[in-house]
Every structure is written in structure tokens, then in C-alpha cells.
């Protein structure tokens, strides 16, 4: 190939000894917030105490921000902005803003769930965000959320997690009975109503009253006993089922992490830990771990509420200038993932315009489906600076799209700035098996993206 012609670079390939030794301490650490943060409740929680232990603040609005601060906002406990106020002009140089998101697909108790069948106590669920369905039949599930208590009280919930824990289980059929079930569709043999989830099979037998000796009294009465709680209490809950499984390494040479979440908890990692190792001041920086893009980026914790406006907002009007101008010389990564090429399903994807795992960050200019609908398409003069930026400070990075055209496709919190007149480009890792319970990325991606953020924000 000649000196002319583009070609992707491993960054295995190329690595040294001490960026391999980066690469996987690195790893390390994103491993732990994996574990750590299942949602997006648990997620806020752990960044908040981060963000304390590097001496930001907590923000309230009126307040006024000064070159220097370091401050975060808790968006209700399932959204938070990271803020750091830099020396240069706002009106002039913008802001520098890191958009992830750190919800995931996954399967939510209805508000009126428990049931009994057959001396099995169930409860009733709705799946949140696109999943394939038949994936999350038969897989260890653990118990997560927050329930509010009749008396006001706030309980957190997280069940499964400990090994002494029980788990939590949807069935599906044994082979030998499934003749009907495989004549079916892939995404028609398990229906949502059928995403029921196992609680329990021993009846209350020692109730006073002989109808209350059932499984899901039983259950209730653990529930009261163990944490308080009330069948009516569920009204007031949202209690969501994830995988139980913990981060691993993938193969024989580790290069890989297996791991519920990845989707978008591996661009929200890099994007904080880049901003509180990044030593310069110049620019103001603002990082946002949004919530509900999986549905959409709508409700008070999405990327389409006003409260990312009413912040950029009290920036400007700390700094005297118009929000209106320092919004035009903003700049924004929407940091979110890409489909990575997949050797075992590769005719879904182009391959000269897919995304490698190993191969470093991966830009996608444009997402959406068909005819690039739903995108912001980044600007040929925005790739040209995000290409010069990434190239003079030594990021491995390539550019891909989300399958070949016409096969299907996905959006991403970028259309949301970018109307808000912010130039606004995806970036972020490949992910094999994308909204699967248990994906898998490329060690060298997570810490080649952390690099481009920092690059972003220096």
C-alpha cells in the first residue's frame, strides 16, 4: 500500500511496553465502575464521590462560576454535569462539552408486578430500551433500583450482586418442546409480556389465614421483614433486572472485556477520568452523563431537557457574555459507541466503512438509518479539526458508520447539541454485540478514546 492511501492502525500492533502497561491498568479501573455502576442511579452515586475526591462542588443555580471552579450538578440521581471553568473567553472559544450516556438496556418491574402461577410467586416486567429479547432468557439477573416508601422513606436496592445473594431468573423452553417456538421468528420467540421473572416457589404455610398461604405472600412477607416494604410500595419504585455477571477479560491474551453496560459506560469512563486528569485551565469544560437515551433522550434526565440550556446559561452569565455567542464557538464529542465489525455477522456491515475493534476511537461523522435520517452529519471543517487535533496529539482513531446503508441503523445524543448551534461529532469505542447482556470491547479502544478525550479538552 502506498504512502498515499489510508489504512487503519491496530494499536496492539504498534503499542510498546509502557502504553501496553496504560492500556491495561487503565482497564482496570474502567472494570471496577462497570461493577460499580449497573445504572444509571449507581453510576451518578460513584461519579459524584469521584468528583468530590478531585474537590468539585456542588452546583446551585444563581450561583456564580469563576475561572478556576470545579463543580458538578446531580440531575436527580440519574444525570449529572461535570463543570470545570477555564481561563479563556467563553464568548469567543465556546466550551468544550463531553456528551455519554450512562443508562443501558434492561428489563424494569411494572408498578403493579407480583403474581402467582401455578405455586410459582412472578412478577410481571418491561423491557427498557431495544433488546433482543431471547438474550436475557436463562441468564443469572440481579435486582437494582430505589424504592420510596409509603412513609417517604428511600430505600436502594441491589440484589444479586454478593455472592451470598440469591439471583433472579426468566425461563425459556427445553429443547425437546420447543418445535413450535423455533418455527418462529427470532425476535417473535419470546414476547415481552413473556419476560416474566421467577421470585420465589415456598408458600407462606404458616399464615393465619388459609388464603394467605401462597408464594407471593411469602415473598411479601420477606420483603416486609427484610426491608419494610408493602405490595403498594412497588407504585412508588423503579426496580430494574440486569445481568449479575461481573467484568472480565476475554481471551487468552486479555485484550478484551466482556461486561454488562458497555453501551455507553465505556465513552462516560473515559470522558470523566480524561477531564480530572487533564492538568490544563484553558478551557471550560463541561462533561454530561445523560440518562433515557436508550428511549429517546426525552424526561428530566435526558439530553433533551432544558436543564443542559439553563446550564450553559448560568456559565455565560457568570462570564458577562452573550449564551448565544459562546454556544456558536462551542464544540462537542457526543460520546457514544459503534457497531465493531464482527467476524461471525459481516455481511451487515461495510467493510471499508466499519469500525475495528483494537483500532483505536472510532469518529462516526453520521448516524441514523436510511438516508441518514435522524443525524446531525458533522461538517467537513469540524472532521478536519478533529482529525488535525487527534493526529498531532498521537490518538490512534478511525471512522466508521453503523452498518451498510438500508440495513438498519441507531441515533445518539449528538442531534440534541447540534441544534443548540454547537458542532457536534459521535465518537466513541466498537462494541461486539451491542445491547447484548454481556458485550465486549477492546481494551486499546477504551484507553485510545480516554487519550482523544483528553486531547479534546487541552
Known amino acids: 500500500m502506498s504512502e498515499l492511501a489510508y489504512k487503519r492502525t491496530n494499536v496492539y500492533e504498534i503499542a510498546d511496553e509502557k502504553l501496553m502497561k496504560e492500556i491495561f491498568d487503565y482497564a482496570e479501573g474502567y472494570k471496577t465502575f462497570l461493577d460499580e455502576g449497573k445504572t444509571e442511579r449507581e453510576v451518578c452515586n460513584y461519579v459524584v464521590a469521584a468528583a468530590e475526591a478531585k474537590g468539585y462542588k456542588p452546583f446551585t443555580f444563581g450561583t456564580k462560576l469563576n475561572v478556576g471552579d470545579k463543580v458538578y450538578y446531580n440531575n436527580r440521581g440519574k444525570n449529572i454535569y461535570l463543570i470545570r471553568i477555564g481561563k479563556k473567553d467563553v464568548a469567543k472559544h465556546g466550551i468544550r462539552i463531553l456528551a455519554s450516556h450512562i443508562d443501558s438496556p434492561r428489563i424494569d418491574l411494572k408498578q403493579v408486578p407480583l403474581y402467582e402461577a401455578e405455586g410459582i410467586a412472578m412478577a410481571k416486567t418491561h423491557y427498557y430500551g431495544g433488546i433482543r429479547k431471547y438474550q436475557w432468557a436463562t441468564i443469572p439477573l440481579a435486582l437494582h433500583g430505589a424504592v420510596i416508601l409509603k412513609n417517604g422513606e428511600k430505600l436502594e436496592v441491589k440484589i444479586g450482586e454478593d455472592d451470598n445473594d ?58 416486609n421483614e427484610k426491608y419494610g416494604m408493602e405490595e403498594a410500595d412497588f407504585l412508588s419504585a423503579e426496580l430494574s433486572l440486569v445481568p449479575a455477571f461481573k467484568a472480565k477479560d476475554i481471551g487468552f491474551d486479555r485484550a478484551l472485556i466482556g461486561a454488562y453496560g458497555h453501551d ?195
Open 166 to 223: 440469591p439471583v433472579f431468573y426468566i425461563s425459556d423452553l427445553l429443547p425437546h418442546l420447543a418445535a413450535k417456538q423455533n418455527a418462529k421468528p427470532l425476535g417473535e420467540a419470546i414476547e415481552g409480556e413473556g419476560l416474566n421473572i421467577w421470585f420465589g416457589n415456598i408458600p407462606y404455610t404458616t399464615a393465619e389465614n388459609e388464603k394467605d398461604k401462597t408464594v407471593k405472600e411469602n415473598v411479601l412477607k420477606i420483603l
Open 264 to 458: 455507553d459506560r465505556v465513552c462516560s469512563y473515559p470522558a470523566y477520568t480524561a477531564l480530572f486528569d487533564e492538568i490544563s485551565e484553558e478551557n471550560t469544560v463541561m462533561v454530561v452523563l445523560a440518562d433515557k437515551e436508550e428511549i429517546g433522550s426525552e424526561g428530566v434526565s435526558g439530553m433533551q431537557c432544558a436543564i443542559f440550556n439553563d446550564l450553559l446559561n448560568e456559565i455565560a452569565a457568570s462570564a458577562g457574555v452573550s449564551a448565544a455567542a459562546m454556544r456558536a464557538n462551542s464544540l462537542c464529542l457526543s460520546a457514544d459507541v459503534n457497531a465493531g465489525f464482527d467476524p461471525n455477522f459481516p455481511e451487515v456491515l461495510e467493510k471499508q466503512n466499519a469500525t475495528y475493534i483494537s483500532h483505536g476511537a472510532g469518529v462516526t461523522k453520521f448516524t441514523g438509518a436510511r438516508g441518514k435520517s435522524g443525524s446531525s452529519d458533522a461538517d467537513a471543517e469540524y472532521m478536519g479539526f478533529i482529525r488535525k487535533l487527534f493526529d498531532e496529539n498521537g490518538v490512534i482513531w478511525q471512522t466508521g458508520e453503523l452498518g451498510k446503508v438500508d440495513v438498519g441503523g441507531g441515533g445518539t445524543v449528538a442531534k440534541y447539541i447540534a441544534n443548540m448551534n454547537i458542532s457536534t461529532v459521535d465518537i466513541g469505542v466498537a462494541v461486539i454485540s451491542m445491547h447484548a447482556p454481556y458485550e465486549v470491547v477492546s481494551k486499546a479502544d477504551v484507553y485510545e478514546t480516554y487519550l482523544a478525550f483528553r486531547a479534546f479538552i487541552k
